[in-house]
């Protein structure tokens, strides 16, 4: 230890002097509060003795153990992948010309207050696709490689010979080649046809290989027709996808699209073999309108990456001015000796980067057992008590609408607790450092 | 020219050549992908705040780059002329100022008498500064809110002030003890061989010497009052 300076009588004169002010503040606002809460926390609402029954509520109460299990999921999640983020940004940008630019983009959420970050994260994660930027990317990207159909919902007219299971429509009864099969359908979404679309017509009559059919919307708007006939300005439904499968078979013997009058043929039929014609569900999917981010089961997901978007940022810090501390003469030495950038990376950087990792670790895991800003935020109503943690449930026992101080301060008691292996560590730290 | 410098400089084959390219090509493609992404929600803000809230309830912002029509100032001027979008502005500086102001003066006080004056006990105090780094605010709420309550600041200016000064004071003691310790001891024992007193050596030694280092720490830390205080 570094001993130096006047050790006259003055001396804790002077020292008290100095810390006065601090010790004053932090006693009044921090260290009397810690007891006080202590206290508190062993009487009920009204502020009689009830000798621990708020910490067997704590444990038993389904609300407050829910926002106990978020926090451990929240520890057990966030600070790994953080500083996962961090070690790897910080060492891939150390390789790049614009690093100085990719870490001040990475940092930058950090200036950023945790209130705007949970507003600007929960209109990225906005249900709606035209509105939240990661719906916008899920249903592009789904109807690049699953299109949406065309008449989703349709049903078959009650009364016709074909039936709909599993999302397809099928004929009812078998139908050899040769045959006609229409599918009058009904419940098509308003809004589909239009003024002067096409007409659905009768298909021409099958030959001895063929099954032909006509699929049309069997409805007229402003009433009229006849049910199960064509005619009367009935909309085709068109580019239909439809299928011969032979009877106890689900592998189509023939496929035909249908055309602008709701026309199909099947050709290459054995004239022997009875087939179900089927439309395949594809015709009918509903469409896709994103993932509920915000629902209850991924609003955890979200509100931890909005985290990690905003403390990777610090990691990286952290981890870049580790990076600078260690010794270099090491890695280039590995590299001559012919290893491999991944085994220079967890061989060397990694070991000698570990005290600065436990530093970041110790840190992160501080911070997440205190998230409170973000919880508040992102979840709405439905949402909220999924996402639930102790320091929001704190909140909300004492002050937000259950003002029950004695269980608030039970909560605020078991969140210090928590930290406690924290602040041990730290204080070892400091000592093994004198 | 530059067939000349490639066969001079790199002494790997092609294909050794064509790897390390890749290998650095993936290095940029992941790290500009990653740039993006962190970027997006930033982005995305700042244009919303160019948009009216009809586009905005209707449309994603990325449509505006498509239809730079929709782009206008309508929000900012609202926001200048809104007495309570500046009245909330200047709480914030009226919090944050101080905030900062009291934090730094205490902070670097604890800090000097922390590792400059020999005194009983010290390392007992830097300990529990120590401990209280990572105590949750939480666990001041009811207590404080009473206390404030008593002394009739509760939910005003000065009781916000204070409370984060509060929390914000042991991690800038440790700051600042950590800082000044790197101040050379030959200047402080020179100025105590002249007789300096310790508040002449702090505030003509050993802050003037310690001070850049404490306003970077703090301008980098200056959203956090803002930051928590508003949900609070």
Redesign the interface.
Known sequence: M??????SNS??K???A??A???V??G???????F??AI?SLFDARGSFNAGANYVDMFTQADTLGAILHNIIWVLVAPIVCTVLGLV?AV??E??KWKT??KL??F??????????G???R??FQENP????AN?IAVTVHDAFAPSSSYPGAQPRPNADIVKTDGAVRSKSAVQAGETVDFPLVAIQAGTFEKGDPVATKAPAAKATQITGTVWSDFVLGGGGTPNQLGDGKNSLIRVTVEALPAGSTKAAATALTDDHGRFTLSGLDPGTSYTVELPSSNFREPFNGVPWLGPQLINVVVILSYV?IWA?FCMVMVGSGLTAIDRSLLEAARTDGAN?WQVFSRITVPQLAPVLVVILVTLI?NV??I??LV??IPPGTSKPAANV??VQ??NV??GGGND?GL??A???F??VL?LP??IL??RR??SQ? | MTIDTGSVKAPRTLAQRILGFLGHGVVHVVLIIVAVIWLVPTVGLLVSSFRTSTDSAGSGWWTAFLKPAQLTFENYASLVSDTAALGALGNSLLITLPTTILVVVIGSLAGYALSWIEFRGRDWVLIGIIVLLAVPLQVAFIPVAGLFRSLGIFGSVIGVVLFHTAFGLPFAVFLMRNFFGQVPAELLEASRLDGASEWRIFTRVVLPLGLPAVASSRSSSSSGPGTTCSSR
Not at chain 1, 28 to 34: D, Q, S
Not at chain 1, 108 to 117: E, G
């Open positions: 570094r001993r130096r300076g006047s050790s001396a804790g002077f020292a008290m100095f810390l002010p601090a010790i503040l932090l009044a606002l921090v260290v009397y509060p810690i006080y809460t508190r940004f891939l940008s390789r790049v630019a990719f983009i990475v930058m959420p950090m200036a950023i207050s945790m209130l705007a970050a507003v600007i994260f209109s990225v035209k509105v939240g930027v916008a978007w940022g950038e501080i057992l205190k409170f800003d508040y935020v102790i320091a704190m909140w004492s002050f101080q608030g301060s909560l605020s008691i969140l210090l930290v924290a602040i730290n204080v400091f000592r004198r």
